[in-house]
Nanobody, 119 residues
Framework: QVQLVESGGGLAQPGGSLTLSCLASGNILMINVMAWYRQAPGKQRELVASINYDKDTNYEESVKGRFTISRDNSNHTVYLQMNNLRPEDTAAYYC?????????????WGQGTQVTVSS
């Protein structure tokens, strides 16, 4: 059984910072791409940032220069450092990982963590 558990969400003021973490656990042989998505009320879920095993990164345009995705391969953890937060960053943030088990590759999602940016 694979689980992804996010932490680090909460309330931040505009211009503030938060760091999200996502730990994958279970019978994991390898993790390829790890990513953060977000979904605001009434909107579709969107990709925020992704990072592959070699630590190549990709960012949604509105977060470039403000957010940084990183990962610890040995601990199956991905992070999202969010700086200079804006009210429009308010959303539920979800971690996703492409994980190899003995049964093959599958995508797994975390349960989500809420980020609220408000003064």
């Amino acid at each position: 059984q694979v689980q992804l558990v996010e932490s680090g969400g909460g309330l931040a003021q505009p211009g503030g910072s938060l760091t999200l973490s996502c730990l994958a656990s279970g019978n994991i042989l390898m993790i390829n791409v790890m990513a953060w998505y977000r979904q605001a009320p009434g909107k579709q879920r969107e990709l925020v940032a992704s990072i592959n095993y070699d630590k190549d990164t990709n960012y949604e345009e509105s977060v470039k220069g403000r957010f940084t995705i990183s990962r610890d391969n040995s601990n199956h953890t991905v992070y999202l450092q969010m700086n200079n937060l804006r009210p429009e960053d308010t959303a539920a943030y979800y971690c996703k990982a492409d994980i190899l088990k003995y049964t093959g590759w599958n995508d797994y999602w975390g349960q989500g963590t809420q980020v609220t940016v408000s003064s």
